[in-house]
């Protein structure tokens, strides 16, 4: 199983960026996805979820209404296109595929990504 994350880069405050991360080697229509982020010094922390069917998606209070996930069953990837961006949104962005109905929990999920580094300059 491979997620391969990307997309990420050097970006001012008030900018955008989106995030792709492509898997292979599993079914991926049978994952729920999310994506986490870990800054320097900090645990991994829970940016946003899409369920298997693209139905429902769940994000954090910190990013709800300036990021958007979504995902391509067709083309087995997940998506996050994050806009407004701040300083603080500066981490190392992972994405993860899960197999349940953790979504909020690092710990439940089977499989991750490499991470892709986002770095916010104000």
């Known amino acids: 199983v491979q997620l391969q994350a990307s997309g990420g880069g050097l970006v001012r405050a008030g900018g955008s960026l989106r995030l792709s991360c492509a898997a292979s080697?599993?079914?991926?229509?049978?994952?729920?996805m999310g994506w986490f982020r870990q800054a320097p010094g900090k645990e991994r922390e829970f940016v946003a979820a899409?369920?298997?069917?693209?139905?429902?998606?769940y994000y954090s209070d910190s990013v709800k209404g300036r990021f958007t996930i979504s995902r391509d069953n067709a083309k087995n990837t997940v998506y996050l296109q994050m806009n407004s961006l701040k300083p603080e949104d500066t981490a190392v962005y992972y994405c993860?595929?899960?197999?349940?109905?953790?979504?909020?929990?690092?710990?439940?999920?089977?499989?991750w990504g490499q991470g892709t580094l986002v770095t916010v300059s104000s």
């Open positions: 993860g595929a899960e197999n349940g109905r953790y979504l909020y929990s690092p710990s439940r999920y089977d499989y």
């Open positions: 080697g599993l079914t991926f229509s049978m994952y729920n």
């Open positions: 899409i369920v298997r069917s693209g139905g429902s998606t």
